[in-house]
């Protein structure tokens, strides 16, 4: 029931038909329960995080360990498949995951850290299908010489006649206060000169 309260469904759902792991992820739970709640209301603050914590990993790999639940735990299924059938690698390679956890732990980290950064930067990736002129999402009301309101909210192609300095982006029309004289008026049409004729 602490791990649902603390919102680690996962461990909740394990204790639950583990029995707290055989007890063990009970009495543990007894001296580490600070450092979840701590760890819960930091989570809260900065938003949800999947970083993994070498003190789930340890809680896993004794007693379950055998059965590669800390694998699991660490996004390695591969290898939680091979301890599950293999007992652990016949339980040489639960001894050796005692000593290198730390490294699993943290190289599980880096993965996720660069998988977040990879995300971030895909969504920075400007648009293949952006059309200049068209503005696709909502800009701040700013001022013109600080005193006439422009907003840039807007949607559709620039007016005709009118240079825009912000491809994407431009003043929408203004009615009543604060409008700016002559923004939306059509500018005349051009009219080539008259090329003058021999004898005139």
């Not at 990736?125 to 999402?137: K, L």
């Amino acid at each position: 029931a602490h791990h649902y309260y603390l919102n680690r469904i996962g461990f909740g759902l394990l204790y639950t038909f583990t029995f707290g792991i055989f007890g063990v992820g009970y009495i543990v739970d007894w001296c580490r329960f600070p450092i979840l709640l701590k760890r819960y209301n930091k989570s809260k603050e900065i938003g949800h995080t999947s970083h993994k914590h070498l003190d789930d990993a340890y809680l896993l790999w004794f007693p379950l360990g055998f059965l590669g639940f800390h694998h699991f735990y660490l996004n390695r299924p591969v290898w939680g498949l091979l301890y599950m059938f293999t007992f652990g690698l016949l339980g040489i390679g639960w001894l050796i995951d005692l000593c290198r956890m730390w490294k699993l732990v943290e190289n599980c980290n880096k993965e996720i850290d660069e998988r977040v950064h990879l995300t971030r930067n895909n969504r920075s990736v400007a648009n293949p299908n952006y059309i200049q002129g068209q503005y696709y999402g909502n800009m701040p009301t700013t001022t013109v010489g600080g005193h006439v309101p422009v907003s840039y909210g807007q949607f559709g192609p620039c007016p005709p006649g009118y240079s825009n300095p912000n491809p994407g982006i431009y003043p929408t029309q203004q009615n009543g206060y604060g409008a700016v004289h002559g923004m939306n008026e059509q500018p005349p049409p051009y009219e080539a000169a008259s090329i003058p004729t021999k004898g005139h």
